[in-house]
Nanobody, 127 residues
Framework: QVQLVESGGGLVQAGGSLRLSCAAS????????MTWFRQAPGKEREFVASTNWSGGSIYYEDSVKDRYTISRDNAKDTVYLQMNSLKPEDTAVYYCAAGRPPGSYYYIVKPSLYNYWGQGTQVTVSS
C-alpha cells in the first residue's frame, strides 16, 4: 500500500501563488508516476500535472503549463505543485495520485489508471 497526504491548499486572491505538497509513504517503489488532478464542483476530475520519480517525464495540462511547476524530492518521497498566477477557474479540490499508468500522455491523464489517492486539498482563488 501507498499512503498519500496532500497539504498547502487555501484561499488566495487572483494572481497569487500557492505550493501544494504530496507526501508519499509505504511501498512507494511500487509506483512510477505521481500526478496532480483537480475537481471543481459539478465537474469531472481532470489532469493537472505529472512527473515520474526520476523527473524525466513531466506533463502539464495546457491551461496550467505556463503557470504551474511540478517537482519532486526523492529523499523525502514528496511531490510539489507550485502554482503561480492563479485564476478563479483554478478553484478546485486538488488530489495527488500515484500509480503505474503506461508511459504516454494518453494514459497518464486518466484517473482510472491510478491505484492510490490522497484525501485532497481545497484551493480557492477569489477574483
Amino acid at each position: 500500500q501507498v499512503q498519500l497526504v496532500e497539504s498547502g491548499g487555501g484561499l488566495v486572491q487572483a494572481g497569487g501563488s500557492l505550493r501544494l505538497s504530496c507526501a508519499a509513504s509505504g511501498r512507494t517503489f511500487s509506483t512510477d508516476v505521481m500526478t496532480w488532478f483537480r475537481q471543481a464542483p459539478g465537474k469531472e476530475r481532470e489532469f493537472v500535472a505529472s512527473t515520474n520519480w526520476s523527473g524525466g517525464s513531466i506533463y502539464y495540462e495546457d491551461s496550467v503549463k505556463d503557470r504551474y511547476t511540478i517537482s519532486r524530492d526523492n529523499a523525502k518521497d514528496t511531490v510539489y505543485l507550485q502554482m503561480n498566477s492563479l485564476k478563479p477557474e483554478d478553484t478546485a479540490v486538488y488530489y495527488c495520485a500515484a500509480g503505474r499508468p503506461p508511459g504516454s500522455y494518453y494514459y497518464i491523464v486518466k484517473p482510472s489508471l491510478y491505484n492510490y489517492w490522497g484525501q485532497g486539498t481545497q484551493v480557492t482563488v477569489s477574483s
